[in-house]
């Protein structure tokens, strides 16, 4: 069975590179997630863009729009980037990712640049160019990283580039990975309020916005336009991953949801690698998905909401 994962990151965040190396115990590198990707059958990714600078860590208000995927950027001379030289190659002049070529991006947003009005002209113009490249798919919103409730009228800018180029919004949902962020303003019930106001345009829920599954299910279930990604329920190393499988409280956590949801194309799955290895994560999955829906979960509802994925892949 061919997959695609719809989340994935590959950015240089000192949070991901411990993560990998203490917890998940992933080769966090453009090599070795074509290693482990292509043993497990995986022929296409989606990377969350995001960045950060040295000093602050993410959410850093500071980084420029859009956010990229920089774990393995280079200078355009092919030297590789100063560390302290952090930066998407759509956001400045003279840098490259080398992410591996089955990666395609969701670039990153960071409001806080989109406020102030003497830079937001520029960051919106950097934004839409970066959606004509052929391996940005679509764009992703870090609700609470970022202090604005996604149905804020700084994001309106970013949902009429989406609904102009045809492309979905990837939205956090749920528990952050930073405890300097906000949990109000990633509740999976503000994106009920975006998806009535913007119908033209598919959001997704990344994580199943758990812990509050049951209200993604809800909004996924009501509203066409909305979708439940299935990344990041687990971080943990492949034991870790099989013993939750055992453990009933947990899996039915989560299974109630989709059960409730009843639309099993209304699932996407993902990884959120490097938090997870993803030959047990997608074991992990399986299991909260009957058999005859493998295909829609695991490739077809990528293709379908992510339209530009058909070109990326070379589908026809």
């Not at 759509?90 to 830079?119: F, H, Q, W, Y």
């Not at 870090?142 to 492309?167: F, H, M, R, S, T």
């Not at 979708?227 to 109630?256: N, P, Q, T, W």
Request: charged share 25%; glycine share 6%.
């Amino acid at each position: 069975m061919k997959i695609i994962d719809a989340h994935i990151h590959f950015s240089n965040l000192e949070s991901f590179r411990e993560t990998a190396e203490k917890i998940s115990f992933v080769d966090y590198t453009g090599k070795g997630l074509e290693k482990e990707f292509g043993e497990a059958g995986i022929v296409a990714a989606i990377g969350m863009g995001l960045t950060e600078q040295e000093a602050w860590g993410f959410p850093d208000h500071a980084s420029p729009n859009p956010m990229g995927l920089d774990l393995e950027e280079v200078l355009s001379d092919g030297k590789p980037c100063n560390t302290a030289f952090k930066t998407g190659a759509v956001r400045n002049a003279g840098t490259v990712s080398t992410a591996p070529d089955m990666v395609a991006c969701c670039v990153g947003i960071n409001p806080v640049r989109l406020e102030r009005k003497e830079m937001a002209d520029k960051e919106l113009e950097n934004i839409e160019m970066a959606l004509f490249r052929p391996d940005v798919v679509g764009i992703k919103i870090y609700a609470g990283y970022y202090p604005y409730y996604v149905y804020d009228n700084i994001y309106e800018p970013i949902y009429l580039l989406a609904e102009k180029y045809n492309l979905p919004v990837v939205i956090h949902g749920g528990v952050t990975y930073s405890d300097r962020a906000l949990l109000k303003y990633s509740h999976p019930l503000a994106v009920d309020e975006l998806a009535v106001k913007y119908r033209n345009i598919n959001f997704i829920i990344a994580h199943l916005g758990d812990p509050w599954v049951m209200d993604t299910a809800a909004v996924v279930s009501k509203n066409p336009n909305v979708y439940g990604d299935l990344s990041g329920l687990i971080v943990a190393d492949g034991a870790k991953i099989a013993s939750l499988r055992k453990e009933r409280l947990f899996m039915d956590h989560i299974m109630r949801a989709i059960v409730y949801a009843e639309k099993y194309d209304k699932f996407l799955f993902g990884s959120d690698w490097p938090l997870a290895p993803v030959k047990p994560y997608i074991e992990f999955v399986k299991d909260l998905v009957p058999e005859e829906y493998h295909e829609d979960v695991f490739w077809k509802n990528a293709i379908s909401v992510f339209p530009k994925l058909k070109d990326f892949l070379k589908l026809g």
